[in-house]
């Protein structure tokens, strides 16, 4: 386990002070000085100094900010500025996020503590911050132009109350908020119990992350802020597969992992291999009496989930958004199913005038792992990925629950690849193979229609080239 000094070592921490000119010199004295991530790894978790101790939770591909204590309240300075995020290896995007990085860091504290939160408005615009899920007093819930004045460019404001419930939250603008949230302005927030609660279970490893999701043109790098349904990346905490950090625990571990919303879309989240309950959502833990085992929950938007599991099976267990769409990267929509296509006499004679050019579609989009085609500068193949097999074919909202006899407790490093034993690994069949037998139609109609059709038709499945939802 890390000491909080190591944290500091580990982020490559660049405080910076605010603009003098930004903060009266009385602010200026009482402000906390902000702490700067730059990478975009899972740092490791944030150990309390100060205030009452907790579990700390691990935040994907993120951070958990630092405090300052003083006379009793917990201290922390957020900056709203523009950052570069590395989505994925090799590939960046412009964001705008708090203290270096989109998402913002988590903040992390305890049932009863009274926090005061300095944010500081380095953004081309004015933004404010609603504290989403919070109890807390009217004039502190962040919606500009209603609960407070909206935060000037260059100006400092301060957030003050106590958090009254334990739970999963998140923060984020409430101010031009279509543009600030689509440029990734947003963070984690975890309430840990102050005393034991019944309804709270003490877990081995507690992961956090935010789903979101972003429209950037391949070769871009600013997404467009007007997107409402058509997002061609979706992320965790603003990575995307590969980039995403797998959740690495030891075999038996009790393993709480919280998820929150925040794109415009519903995300049936599922892990495999193992079945969980669903703890808490956005107010609170749930009742024990209104638990029951799943493997996929939904998330809505603006929602929070936690969900909690032993991780007594071995292996390396795929963890993902179920909507199929939501596990590729950077993909067109108007693309018309090819399945059963035969192009060979049409792509003859392309390649004579076009000698790049390629097929594909006829028998799937898997070719499309396999090609060597290429790509924009700035961006990732729509699926990708290569696991011990070969290419994972996924993209986006994935990742995987790596559970190992040998993790050590309290190391999240990444195992590598689970060593199958022996025999367990599906694999080909050479045996002989014998005709399948065909079922006869035993059942009938139970409302048969008036009139049939003068002849059958049949319906082949093909996607619609063009869609507005997902
Ligand atoms: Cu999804």
């Given amino acids: ?13 660049a405080g910076g002070a605010v603009a003098a000119s930004a903060v009266s010199r009385v602010a200026m004295a009482a402000l906390p000085e902000p702490v700067i991530q730059t990478s975009s790894d899972t740092m490791a978790p944030l150990v309390p100094e100060t205030g009452r101790s907790y579990n700390p939770v ?14 009793g309240v917990k201290e922390f300075h957020l900056v709203a500025e523009p950052v570069v995020r590395e989505m994925a290896p090799g590939f960046k995007a412009h964001l705008w996020g708090y203290n270096g990085q989109s998402p913002g860091p988590t903040i992390e504290v305890v049932e009863g503590d009274r926090v005061r939160l300095y944010v500081t408005n380095r953004l081309p ?28 460019v260059g100006k400092t404001y301060v957030y003050e109350f106590v958090a009254r419930r334990p739970g999963t939250f998140m923060y984020h603008p409430h101010a031009d908020e279509m543009t600030q949230m689509a440029m990734g302005m947003m963070g984690f927030w975890v309430t840990h119990p102050k005393n034991k609660n019944p309804l709270i279970d003490e877990v081995n490893r507690d992961f956090c992350f935010l789903l979101n999701a972003f429209d950037i043109d391949p070769g871009s790098y600013t997404p467009k802020t007007t997107t409402m349904l058509e997002f061609n990346l979706w992320a965790w905490n ?15 571990d009790k393993v709480r992992i919280r998820v929150g919303n925040l794109t415009m879309t519903n995300h049936p989240i599922h892990l495999h291999g193992h079945e ?23 998330v809505a938007v603006g929602q929070m989930r936690q969900i909690e599991f032993l991780a007594d099976e071995e292996g390396d267990w795929a963890f993902h958004c179920h909507k199929s769409h939501h596990t590729m990267n950077a993909m067109g929509h108007d693309v018309p199913n090819l399945i059963g296509v035969d192009h060979r006499g049409v792509a003859k004679k392309i390649k004579g005038l076009l000698p790049e050019y390629m097929v594909m579609g006829e028998r799937g989009m898997a070719d499309m792992t396999e090609m060597e085609m290429p790509i924009p500068d700035n961006t990732v193949p729509m699926m990708t990925g290569e696991g011990p097999f070969g290419s994972v074919e996924m993209g986006g909202m994935f990742s995987v629950l790596k559970v190992r006899k040998n993790q050590k407790h309290g190391d999240y490093k990444d195992p590598g ?7 367990t690994v599906a694999h080909e069949y050479t045996g002989p193979l014998s005709e399948p037998a065909r079922f006869k139609s035993e059942g009938g109609q139970s409302m048969p229609r008036a009139k049939k059709p003068d002849k059958a038709v049949e319906v082949r499945a093909r996607k619609p080239t063009s869609h507005s939802d997902h």
Avoid: C
């Fill in 1 to 13: 386990m890390s000491s909080r000094r190591d944290f500091f070592r580990m982020a490559g921490i």
């Fill in 58 to 71: 691990v935040t994907l591909n993120g951070w958990t900010l630092p405090w300052r204590m003083n006379q």
């Fill in 125 to 152: 615009e004015h933004t404010s911050i609603h504290w989403h899920g919070q109890r807390l007093p009217n004039g502190m819930d962040g919606v500009a132009g209603l609960n407070q004045p909206a935060i000037p």
């Fill in 238 to 252: 603003s990575r995307i597969f590969p980039g995403v950090d797998s959740l690495n625990v030891r075999l038996n």
């Fill in 276 to 298: 969980f309950l669903v703890t808490g959502t956005d107010g609170g833990p749930t009742p024990k009496s209104t638990r029951w085992y799943e493997v996929t929950t939904d």
């Fill in 417 to 423: 690849w689970f060593k199958h034993p022996a025999g």
